[in-house]
């Protein structure tokens, strides 16, 4: 196995446009969470996927952002309109159960200008 | 709720000193925690783990539930450890979250 896939591994926007990152999790694991990384905040659980239902969506910052699993295999985590205050690492990771260890992708680095 | 808390952003050593990053969590149940690291431009891996009480690359890490604590300690830095170190917590049906980071430098 590839290991958890993210695409892309860069993305600059302008300002209001949207956005769409995307994850391919583990074959076989029924966990997916999101997380963004920046310097100040570190390491954010944006959301918890099980099963590819959203069990804890707490962490999305604002109605902006946006997350889907449609199967087991595919999620994705939409922002728009996208803001420069957007700009961070993004990361998607997963395990086969929500309370084990994580994998994680190489991250997305979003830069909103 | 659940927190992580890594008080110190940066730690710089010199190779061979002893390193301890700490890390102090807050949780009402029975965490599991860990400790995962990130090379420069490598993914995020997991370095260890509390329940499987093993030293990895040289690093330990005891759980101490009275003062909530979970510090990560090598006796002798290496080079090589230099990366960011995140603590993380899990639970009962809870998602994994990490605390802020601890940058690690060792210099010769």
């Known amino acids: 196995d590839a290991g958890v896939i993210q695409s892309p591994r860069h993305e600059v926007t302008e300002m209001g446009q949207e956005v769409t990152l995307r994850c391919k999790p583990i074959?076989?694991?029924?966990?997916l969470f999101w997380y963004r990384q920046t310097m100040m905040r570190g390491l954010e659980l944006l959301i918890y996927f099980n099963n590819n239902v959203p069990i804890d969506d707490s962490g999305m910052p604002e109605d902006r952002f946006s997350a889907k699993m449609p199967n087991a295999s595919f999620s994705t985590l939409k922002i728009q309109p996208s803001e420069p205050r957007d700009s961070a690492v993004y990361f998607c990771a997963s395990s086969w159960r929500g309370n084990t260890e994580a994998f994680f992708g190489q991250g997305t680095r979003l830069t909103v200008v | 709720a659940q927190r992580v808390t890594q008080p110190e952003k940066l730690l710089s050593v010199f190779k061979g000193a002893p390193v301890e990053l700490k890390c102090n969590y807050s949780?009402?149940?029975?965490?599991?925690l860990f400790w995962y690291v990130q090379y420069s431009r490598q993914r995020l891996q997991l370095l260890l783990r509390?329940?499987s009480r093993e030293s990895i690359k040289g690093f330990t890490a005891d759980l101490n539930k009275g003062e909530t604590s979970f510090h990560l300690k090598k006796p002798f830095a290496q080079e090589e450890d230099s990366a960011m170190y995140y603590c993380?917590?899990?639970?009962?049906?809870?998602?994994?979250?990490f605390g802020k980071g601890t940058t690690l430098s060792v210099s010769s």
């Open positions: 074959s076989g694991h029924n966990s």
């Open positions: 993380a917590l899990t639970g009962a049906g809870t998602a994994l979250i």
């Open positions: 509390h329940i």
């Open positions: 949780y009402s149940g029975s965490p599991e």
